[in-house]
């Protein structure tokens, strides 16, 4: 392996990765505690995140499942 590293850069990259990674950690933790907050007003945080799924969709896609998940459950007498 002949590639030149240069020291100063990688340290630069991996604090940055580092430093992210913490940030995230951070969010992950304001996250589950915002579903806590949600459980204790009476909803349910599983809902929620099913919400959350839908609303990141395609506005297209969506119809298109909801449209097919209609027509399984008539199907089925669901």
Known sequence: ????????????L??????????????????????????AQGYDPKYIKQCIKLRAKDPDQLEEEDELLQMYRKALNI
Do not use: F
């Not at 590639?3 to 630069?12: F, K, S, V």
């Open 1 to 12: 392996m002949n590639q030149q590293i240069d020291p100063g850069q990688l340290q630069l």
């Open 14 to 39: 991996v604090e940055r990765i580092e430093n992210l990674e913490q940030d995230a950690k951070q969010v992950a933790e304001d996250i589950k505690e915002v579903y806590s907050q949600a459980k």
